[in-house]
């Protein structure tokens, strides 16, 4: 039963890696034989994948180029891990207190409703100009970028994950003697506890999206910040480098985060699967 | 808080049988109790005109057709609906919102679904600052009334419907509540495993001595486990608010036998009094 369990994992995973393998020679043929597809995408304007992975090597361990990247992926990728952690954080701190208290109370919900739903329509990419006017360039902006970004998703979710709490938990709590504050902090919360999870889950995803829109001005080190100045010199080799460490970066933020969710409440049935 | 140490069963049968004090905080006192809704059409009454006393230690069942109100009846006693009119009173006190001294078992069980079995157990008495180690040797104690020992350890989610309704019995019972509302808490079991829970029930109530309210809608149920068979009758559908229409005594005593001609002849009256209204 559980070999049968294992062989199906190792196959379904032999079938994902297949199709990146296949992406990759259609990258690789398509660069070769100066493909043309929709969109007039001239794939003859992409580096190889071959030199891409040479140039992510030296990336991360250096020894081929020797130029100003080489080996400091490392130092990149902490920079920019660094600011998405900080919005990210800073938005769970704000969105899930407030989506708890919105979903749960009517008046505070009525309260904010209004300012919510005028706010989450404007997207980052707008607010960037004005970003740069009230804050400037650096670090800052960009982590306030990324706070606006993440913050109405875990908002949203939070808020419709403490709707749906069955009212039969609230009832049960309370003929066993609960507090109002026991009630939200023991019942509430647990039971919306999933909901948040997928929130806080598309919150840190949209972080790693907003990451280079926030390190496009006034920053020098950080992943975005190298994709930015390898376009202004056309190394669309380097721009490529820097979009794999960005989703692998995603990819596995989103892993850890689960992860860690799944450690802290062990066999607690609150991440969805 | 000395209600929910595990000695006072005995002692309080101790004390009955030394000097006739009669512990009064199970008694029920429902008088004129009526609850309507305002919608958009106008005013409507869910019940009417419900008279009901029921005595400490009583085990009164309540059936009728849906809608006739029975449900709504045991949440105004919970405490999780406000009656509109009429008194209603536990122990000689108006109720006001939920309270442990009245459990509440669901027909859903409402078990909080990410705490262990022992957790749902004990979560009551921790809400009422029992302190840890009293509130965990309590649930054990009571874990292992309803035979669950073994599965303390385990989810809500791991377990068949008849043992989550058994983590919600012994968790309401954990409190020693004084009145018990249970809210067709075996409806959604499977035959075999109702019938089990009915002689559970028995022993557990005989134990406990709580007054127990009953709502079901199986007749031969209510039969075989009340002192007194409450039919409730009208409703939305019938254009009337919802009322009781008859008391019926059972009694048969403590050994009911679901095929003998008494228990039968018992079931088919009420039966008659259900369908007629």
């Given at each position: 039963?559980?070999?049968a369990?294992?062989?199906?994992r190792?196959g379904?995973?032999?079938?994902?890696?297949?199709?990146v393998a296949?992406l990759?020679?259609?990258w690789?043929l398509g660069?070769?034989?100066e493909?043309?597809?929709?969109?007039?995408?001239k794939?003859a304007?992409?580096?190889?994948?071959?030199v891409?992975?040479?140039l992510?090597?030296?990336?991360?361990?250096?020894?081929?180029?020797?130029?100003?990247?080489?080996?400091?992926?490392?130092?990149?990728?902490?920079?920019?891990?660094?600011?998405?952690?900080a919005?990210?954080g800073?938005?769970?701190?704000?969105?899930?207190?407030?989506?708890?208290?919105?979903?749960?109370?009517?008046l505070?919900?009525?309260?904010?409703?209004?300012?919510?739903?005028?706010?989450?329509p404007?997207?980052?990419?707008?607010?960037v100009p004005?970003v740069?006017?009230?804050?400037?360039?650096?670090?800052?902006?960009?982590?306030f970028?990324?706070?606006?970004?993440?913050?109405?998703?875990?908002?949203?979710n939070?808020?419709?994950?403490?709707?749906?709490?069955?009212?039969?938990?609230?009832?049960?709590?309370?003929?066993l003697?609960?507090?109002?504050?026991?009630?939200?902090?023991?019942?509430?919360?647990?039971?919306?506890?999933?909901?948040?999870v997928?929130?806080l889950?598309i919150g840190l995803?949209?972080?790693w999206?907003i990451l280079?829109?926030g390190?496009?001005?006034g920053i020098?080190?950080?992943?975005?910040?190298?994709?930015m100045?390898?376009r202004e010199q056309?190394?669309?080799?380097?721009?490529v480098?820097?979009?794999i460490?960005?989703?692998?970066?995603g990819?596995l933020?989103?892993r850890l985060l689960v992860?860690?969710?799944?450690?802290?409440?062990?066999?607690?049935?609150l991440?969805?699967? | 808080?000395?209600?929910?140490?595990p000695?006072?069963g005995t002692?309080?049968?101790?004390?009955?049988?030394v000097a006739p004090?009669?512990?009064?905080?199970?008694?029920?006192?429902?008088?004129?109790v009526g609850?309507?809704?305002?919608?958009?059409?106008?005013?409507?009454?869910?019940v009417?005109?419900?008279d009901?006393e029921?005595?400490?230690?009583e085990?009164?069942?309540i059936?009728?057709?849906?809608?006739?109100?029975?449900?709504?009846l045991?949440?105004i006693l919970?405490?999780?609906?406000?009656?509109?009119?009429?008194?209603?009173?536990?122990?000689?006190?108006p109720v006001?919102g939920?309270?442990?001294e009245?459990?509440?078992?669901?027909?859903d069980?409402?078990l909080?679904?990410?705490?262990?079995?022992?957790?749902?157990?004990r979560?009551?008495?921790r809400?009422?600052?029992?302190p840890?180690?009293?509130?965990?040797?309590?649930?054990a104690?009571?874990?292992?009334v309803v035979?669950?020992?073994r599965?303390?350890d385990?989810f809500?989610?791991?377990?068949?419907?008849?043992?989550?309704?058994r983590?919600?019995?012994?968790?309401?019972?954990?409190?020693d509540?004084?009145l018990?509302l249970?809210?067709e808490p075996?409806?959604?079991?499977?035959a075999?495993?109702?019938?089990?829970?009915?002689?559970e029930?028995?022993?557990?109530r005989?134990?406990?001595?709580?007054?127990?309210l009953?709502?079901?809608h199986?007749?031969e149920?209510?039969?075989?486990?009340s002192?007194?068979?409450?039919v409730?009758a009208?409703?939305?559908?019938?254009?009337?608010?919802?009322?009781?229409?008859?008391?019926?005594p059972v009694g048969l005593?403590?050994?009911?036998d679901?095929?003998?001609?008494e228990?039968?002849?018992?079931e088919?009256?009420?039966?008659?009094?259900?369908?007629?209204s």
């Amino acid at each position: 039963m559980r070999a049968a369990l294992w062989r199906r994992r190792v196959g379904h995973t032999a079938l994902g890696l297949g199709f990146v393998a296949l992406l990759l020679l259609m990258w690789d043929l398509g660069v070769r034989g100066e493909w043309v597809l929709v969109f007039d995408i001239k794939m003859a304007f992409l580096p190889p994948p071959d030199v891409v992975a040479r140039l992510l090597w030296d990336f991360a361990f250096g020894g081929i180029f020797d130029d100003a990247y080489s080996g400091t992926l490392l130092e990149h990728l902490g920079a920019s891990a660094l600011r998405v952690l900080a919005g990210f954080g800073l938005a769970a701190a704000l969105a899930v207190p407030i989506g708890v208290l919105m979903g749960r109370f009517p008046l505070v919900n009525a309260a904010l409703d209004p300012a919510v739903n005028l706010f989450r329509p404007v997207p980052a990419t707008a607010w960037v100009p004005l970003v740069l006017l009230i804050i400037g360039f650096g670090s800052q902006a960009t982590i306030f970028l990324i706070t606006l970004s993440a913050f109405f998703p875990i908002l949203l979710n939070t808020i419709a994950a403490t709707r749906e709490v069955p009212p039969r938990l609230v009832e049960a709590a309370r003929m066993l003697g609960t507090s109002p504050t026991g009630v939200l902090l023991k019942v509430v919360v647990p039971a919306a506890t999933p909901g948040i999870v997928s929130g806080l889950r598309i919150g840190l995803g949209l972080g790693w999206v907003i990451l280079v829109l926030g390190e496009a001005n006034g920053i020098d080190t950080g992943l975005g910040s190298m994709i930015m100045l390898a376009r202004e010199q056309v190394r669309t080799d380097r721009v490529v480098v820097g979009m794999i460490v960005i989703g692998l970066a995603g990819f596995l933020s989103d892993r850890l985060l689960v992860l860690g969710f799944k450690g802290l409440f062990g066999r607690r049935p609150l991440v969805r699967a | 808080m000395s209600a929910v140490t595990p000695a006072s069963g005995t002692a309080a049968t101790t004390d009955r049988a030394v000097a006739p004090v009669v512990d009064e905080s199970g008694r029920v006192v429902l008088a004129a109790v009526g609850k309507r809704y305002e919608t958009r059409r106008g005013p409507v009454d869910a019940v009417a005109d419900v008279d009901l006393e029921v005595a400490p230690g009583e085990f009164v069942a309540i059936v009728g057709a849906s809608g006739c109100g029975k449900s709504t009846l045991l949440r105004i006693l919970a405490g999780f609906e406000r009656h509109t009119s009429g008194t209603v009173e536990v122990g000689g006190a108006p109720v006001r919102g939920p309270a442990p001294e009245r459990g509440v078992v669901f027909q859903d069980y409402g078990l909080f679904p990410w705490l262990t079995v022992a957790e749902n157990v004990r979560f009551g008495l921790r809400q009422q600052r029992v302190p840890r180690s009293r509130a965990r040797r309590r649930a054990a104690e009571m874990i292992e009334v309803v035979g669950l020992s073994r599965f303390a350890d385990r989810f809500p989610g791991e377990l068949s419907g008849g043992m989550q309704q058994r983590v919600a019995i012994a968790r309401v019972l954990a409190g020693d509540p004084a009145l018990l509302l249970m809210d067709e808490p075996f409806g959604a079991l499977d035959a075999l495993t109702r019938t089990t829970m009915q002689h559970e029930l028995k022993r557990l109530r005989a134990e406990s001595g709580a007054t127990v309210l009953f709502v079901t809608h199986s007749i031969e149920e209510a039969v075989y486990l009340s002192d007194r068979v409450v039919v409730m009758a009208g409703g939305a559908s019938h254009g009337a608010p919802g009322h009781i229409a008859e008391i019926v005594p059972v009694g048969l005593g403590d050994v009911r036998d679901v095929n003998g001609p008494e228990f039968n002849d018992l079931e088919r009256r009420i039966a008659a009094l259900v369908h007629e209204s």
